[in-house]
């Protein structure tokens, strides 16, 4: 392919993400039923001769655009998922066609660069310890993997147990504190880290999913204890400071589950949910969902640098790279080849500064108040304390709330999801995308009450 049939493709793909963004904020959250039969074009035999580059596109652009789920709209309210900030794709867009490998400097200067300089504003930001590392990997599961990695590494260091050469058998039994409430992912990272489900202390939680302080059993210095900056249901924020200090008292180690709510900290208005936080060990928390990054933006934060390095790294000649100037990512991250998420992070934080930052958490905080606000006086109850950006729904019965969702779901006007709490189905809500605007809210409360009003005519037509 010459250089200028490169630029021709280059281009074609530029003018149809150009189509695609023009039409977000007007098109549905979901694609529709139709949209998506045409995935069933894809379902094709395995080229003999291949195709021509532009067709392939075509086809790509073609389809896809009709069958994204629309993240970009402020009317998306599910999984936690943010939007994306311009300068985030714009700088994705431009670090793709790099193409770097950003597993050590050598590979590329300017990702080890911008990852250098984003990990300095991120502890900043966060008010985190100064000798805090950051690693750069896929998501919060993968970034938690990493913090109880390296938990592990130092808890045996000072049991004078080396897992590295030994492995778990036969090894001291660790215990693992975490709420009853705590996300799911967590308890995989602890299945595959070997730990096993008999090593879990569950420990009972409020009425909020807020671990409950005189419920943690007595710790020592084989407890690695998980705390939660946000539930992903209510929002709620576990006692940072009480809990940290009495694990730190006993040579526990402290990780906090943070993917959406660690940003809380760059916020004044949120210092009492985030206060203690800093007295952990290490911190997971995600660019994609409050700080609207693109996908795929996790970060892994530990104050104890050297633990995380030799959990991640096996071979000794790695271990002693750390101790250069430059920065090589691969030693804070289980992986080694992998794309250059410093940069649009960098670029997102550049754009934004620290005011920008508090001016988004405190944004979607305001939003999702006057979500809850919106339905005070409608059958459809709020039943979390709205203390981020998360919104709790439940109507009269469960049928009803399940019935509900579905619908809402099938609108294609708004977008959110479901979940279990305390046994009961819910209607989650969560505010996370920059594009949300009060409008966005107000069509959101009227999409939902008008879907709720259709199920009681319905309801009320069967009736005999």
């Known amino acids: 392919m010459s250089h200028d049939d490169q630029f021709l493709l280059l281009s074609l793909a530029k003018d149809y993400a150009f189509t695609y963004l023009n039409k977000i904020d007007n098109a549905d959250v979901m694609p529709n039923c139709k949209a998506l039969q045409q995935l069933n074009a894809f379902d094709e035999p395995f080229p003999t001769q291949g195709n021509n580059a532009t067709d392939t596109i075509i086809k790509l652009a073609t389809i896809g655009n009709q069958t994204t789920v629309n993240y970009n709209t402020g009317r998306y309210f599910g999984f936690v998922n943010g939007g994306v900030y311009p300068v985030g794709i714009a700088a994705r867009w431009l670090a ?42 896929t998501g919060t599961s993968v970034a938690t993997l990493c913090g109880l990695a390296a938990a592990r590494y130092r808890l045996y260091e ?91 008292n006993v040579g526990a180690w402290v990780h906090i589950d943070g993917a959406f709510g660690l940003w809380a900290a760059a916020s004044q208005q949120f210092r009492a949910l985030s206060q203690g936080m800093e007295l952990a060990d290490s911190w997971s928390v995600d660019g994609h969902k409050t700080l609207n990054t693109p996908y795929d933006c996790g970060l892994i934060l530990c104050q104890d640098s050297e633990a995380l390095v030799h959990a991640m790294q096996q071979t000794g000649s790695y271990i002693d790279l750390a101790q250069d100037s430059q920065r090589d ?62 919104v709790m729904l439940q109507c009269q019965t469960p049928a009803l709330t399940s019935r509900l969702l579905e619908k809402i779901q099938q609108s294609g006007v708004i977008w959110c999801g479901g979940a279990q709490w305390l046994g009961l189905p819910v209607i989650r809500i969560s505010i996370c995308s920059w594009k949300t605007t009060r409008a966005d809210i107000d069509l959101a409360i009227t999409t939902i009450s008008n879907c709720l009003a259709d199920i009681n005519k319905n309801a009320s037509l069967e009736l005999p």
Not at 103 to 128: C, F, N, Q, T, Y
Not at 218 to 226: K, S
Not at 342 to 363: F, K, M, N, P, S
Request: net charge negative; proline share 4%.
């Open 96 to 137: 793709d066609s790099w193409d770097q490998n950003a597993a050590l400097d050598i590979m590329s200067p300017i990702s080890a660069k911008l990852e250098a300089v984003a990990e300095r504003w991120v502890i900043e930001l966060l008010g985190l310890p100064e000798q805090t590392k950051m690693g750069l990997v």
């Open 158 to 248: 000072r049991l004078q147990w080396d897992v590295q050469v030994n492995g778990l058998a036969s090894a001291p039994r660790l215990r693992i504190i975490m709420g009853k409430q705590t996300h799911g992912t967590v308890t995989k990272m602890v299945s595959l880290l070997g730990f096993g489900s008999a090593a879990i202390e569950w420990v009972e939680c409020d009425a909020q999913g807020r671990m409950l302080v005189d419920k943690v059993p007595p710790l020592d210095n084989q407890c690695i204890v998980i705390l939660q900056a946000g539930n992903v249901c209510t929002g709620a924020f576990d006692d940072f400071k009480t809990i940290c200090n009495t694990a730190n």
């Open 329 to 390: 990512g691969m030693l804070y991250t289980p992986d080694m080849s992998r794309r250059a998420r410093g940069i649009d992070l960098w670029a997102v934080l550049h754009h934004l500064g620290q005011q920008g930052v508090a001016e988004l958490v405190d944004t979607l905080h305001q939003h999702a108040v006057y979500f809850a606000d919106g339905l005070i006086n409608s059958p459809i109850n709020v039943i979390n304390d709205v203390v981020f950006n998360q």
